[in-house]
């Protein structure tokens, strides 16, 4: 891939460390011949990234998912580094910096273009999710009944705590917390998976791109609890169904060449 020559670093400093590390990433970036524009307003002002060649974002997985509109508006690729250990979505940990930079800077990378959800309210603008999009009652301890079908087809009603819709990336956050598959970030999928359903024959579902689901409320249509990758969904109560579906749109993620998914995996679930 060709050098970078100009990038942006956006610092959470609620974070500890972050100040820190954003520093070294300055020097390192001087050294390398690197120019960079950089803020500690998070999230940043629309249109810092504009022009630049990469994002870095310091402070961790959830800092990173706050760039994801202007990422994807600007189509600059982000790179994640998280103080710490190292996140599903952070491109390298703290104690990598020094060596594995200069690398980064001269070339040494390739691009990941990760699956978004695209969901809708009724009559709603599309919007869009890294992770995962959440439906849930919200009445605390109240059971949902949500009716999901594909296309014109009924898949099934459920009576459960709410639905995951998970991308791939997120397929090992919420969605694996709530019993669902580990999908690789390549695939081309959406999952579905109820959290706590009242019938032990509810499983996940796997779909394929191209296909659009719509969520209806069965009942307490006027309470939802609906999150994208943990944030509000909408700004309101939203008018159901919910339309979603594989987002045509990708989010630009960064990696070294040696970015292994799987030592991620086997680091962060302690496989063997």
Not at 63 to 72: F, H, I, Y
Not at 139 to 162: H, I, K, P, W
Not at 192 to 197: D, R
């Amino acid at each position: 891939m060709k050098p970078l020559k100009k990038i942006a670093i956006i610092i959470n400093t609620s974070k500890p460390g972050a100040k820190n590390l954003a520093a070294v990433l300055d020097e390192i970036a001087q050294n390398s011949g690197v120019s960079f524009v950089k803020t500690s307003e998070f999230p940043c002002p629309s249109g810092f990234i504009e022009g630049v060649d990469v994002c870095f974002v310091v402070g961790g997985d959830g800092t990173l998912l706050g760039m994801m509109n202007e990422a994807v508006r600007y189509e600059v690729p982000v790179v994640g580094i998280r103080h710490g250990q190292l996140g599903f979505l952070a491109t390298f940990s703290p104690e990598e910096m020094e060596d594995s930079l200069p690398v980064l800077f001269s070339g040494g990378y390739r691009i990941r273009h990760r699956s978004m959800i695209g969901y809708q309210e009724a009559g709603g603008a599309s919007k869009f999710a890294l992770n995962d999009l959440v439906i849930k009652s919200g009445t605390n301890g109240r059971l949902a009944r949500f009716s999901v079908q594909m296309e014109n087809e009924r898949v099934a009603d459920y009576a459960c705590d709410g639905i995951v819709f998970s991308t791939p990336t997120g397929s090992t956050a919420y969605n694996l917390a709530a019993g669902g598959p580990i999908a690789h970030p390549d695939a081309k999928v959406v999952m579905m998976t109820p959290i706590s359903a009242h019938t032990l024959t509810s499983r996940s579902v796997v779909f394929p791109a191209g296909v659009s689901l719509q969520v209806k409320a069965l009942d307490h249509v006027n309470d939802p609890l609906i999150s994208a990758d943990g944030q509000p969904a909408f700004a309101k109560i939203p008018d159901f169904p919910i339309q979603i579906s594989l987002a045509e749109k990708t989010f630009p993620l960064l990696e070294l060449n040696d970015h292994s998914y799987f030592k991620v995996l086997r680091n962060k679930l302690k496989w063997g």
